[in-house]
Nanobody
């Protein structure tokens, strides 16, 4: 069974940067069939929405709200996907979650709090 561990997050001033990590572990046969990874964000008072996606082949897609400031990368050897966030804005404050694609209800973790101060 695949397991995801999120790390990173924290408090940063506007204009700053953060890197979030999502590491997968589990049986090799389960990891090999993953179709992709996703990052979601839940801002205060809003629903959780997908902001980034990376396919198993490495193709990345980011929401228009973040595509000019955020980037996805991965380390296949570590089964880890990174969400690189730059030029952060107070509106980026929220809880960030990673999941597979398509998302699995069983893989939602506690998320990572990102707070951007003005």
């Amino acid at each position: 069974q695949v397991r995801l561990v999120e790390s990173g997050g924290g408090l940063v001033q506007a204009g700053g940067s953060l890197r979030l990590s999502c590491s997968a572990s589990g049986p090799p046969e389960s990891l090999m069939v993953l179709q992709g990874w996703t990052w979601y964000r839940q801002t205060p008072g809003a629903q959780r929405v997908q902001i980034a996606y990376m396919s198993s082949r490495g193709t990345a897609n980011l929401d228009d709200a973040v595509k000019d400031r955020f980037a996805l990368s991965r380390d296949l050897g570590k089964n880890t996907v990174y969400l690189e966030m730059t030029n952060l804005k107070p509106d980026d404050t929220g809880i960030y979650y990673c999941n597979t694609f398509p998302p699995s209800d069983a893989l939602w973790g506690p998320g990572l709090q990102v707070t951007v101060s003005s």
